[in-house]
């Protein structure tokens, strides 16, 4: 049983020493169109929100 663990042990290590090796170790995919709704989406419910607070609490400060 220790020696199996052992070998899988270097096994992990070799690949992992393998991926350090290489420049890309995986390709990176682009956002899908339905990805970047949400994105906007929560940042136009992000900025509503901010204006709103300020504008709850007028002459306090202005929206950065």
């Given at each position: 049983?220790?020696?199996?663990?052992?070998?899988?042990?270097?096994s992990?290590?070799?690949?992992?020493?393998?991926?350090k090796k290489s420049k890309k170790p995986y390709v990176k995919m682009d956002k899908s169109a339905s990805?970047?709704?949400e994105i906007r989406?929560?940042?136009a419910k992000q900025m509503i929100e901010k204006?709103?607070?300020?504008?709850d609490r007028p002459g306090k400060r202005s929206i950065n």
């Open positions: 049983m220790a020696i199996q663990l052992e070998n899988l042990v270097q992990i290590k070799s690949k992992v020493r393998g991926l990805v970047k709704v989406s929560r940042k204006t709103m607070k300020v504008a």
